[in-house]
């Protein structure tokens, strides 16, 4: 069932997941971890289908990556083994982590260059009642592909974050899980049109400025 994303929506927390696809990881140079590496995004850079994405002063090097969302329904704590983690969740949505890639490896830490104004677009809506082990998830930009994986190509699977992360932190009514980006992220610039699509979903556009 979809249900809509408002406007006054805004998560305690939005929690990412980095390098959770091995080809992604290996664009970048980098090693797939070993447990999951998860980093916080800025509530204030949330943005809807249809808004601009706003390109900083500070950034040449703008990327998109197309993510599939857990959103939490109800507050967990410490999720065992034996439970269901997908009880504690109130649906699925698109989600693009919008990545100041030059500033990400200047600071090495991930927050500065995660958490602009605009760089957290989700939606068009929340899927209640979807299997999401194995569904695809593509980007275009101006209709181009760029990205398209599978979340059965996840080095950590989506049941497997919840619990993890729910370890690390209380996950909140609200809160975002950003599960990670399959490759081919590229850059984005002006004028463009950037549309994350995933199977069972939906399409999220958003224009670039």
């Known amino acids: 069932m979809q249900q809509e994303i408002h406007a006054n929506f ?3 927390k939005i929690i990412c997941v980095g390098r959770n696809y091995s080809e992604h990881a290996a664009e ?6 070993k447990e999951p590496l998860i980093f916080l ?3 204030s850079s949330l943005i809807f289908n249809g808004d601009t994405i706003l390109i900083p002063q500070q950034s040449h090097q703008v990327e998109h990556e197309a993510e599939l969302a857990v959103i939490i329904g109800n507050d967990c704590k410490d999720i065992k083994d034996n439970e269901d983690p997908f009880q504690f969740v109130h649906g699925f949505t698109c989600l693009n982590d919008v990545t100041a890639r030059d500033i990400q490896r200047h600071d090495v830490q991930f927050t500065r260059g995660k958490s602009f104004d605009t760089f957290c677009p989700i939606g ?3 899927e209640t009642e979807l299997d999401v082990s194995d569904i695809r998830i593509c980007c275009s930009v101006n209709g181009e592909i760029k990205q398209d994986g599978r979340t059965s190509q ?3 699977p989506v049941d497997f974050l919840i619990r993890y992360i ?3 932190m209380t996950l909140q009514k609200g809160d975002i899980i950003a599960t990670g980006t399959p ?3 590229s850059k984005l610039e002006p004028g463009d ?3 994350i699509e995933i199977e069972g979903i939906g399409k999220l556009t958003n224009y670039v400025m």
């Open 166 to 168: 729910s370890r690390q």
């Open 154 to 156: 996840m080095v950590f």
């Open 183 to 185: 490759a081919g992220v």
């Open 193 to 195: 049109v950037c549309e």
């Open 28 to 33: 970048l140079g980098n090693e797939v971890p």
């Open 10 to 12: 805004i998560p305690s």
């Open 41 to 43: 995004k800025a509530p």
């Open 124 to 126: 068009p809506w929340i």
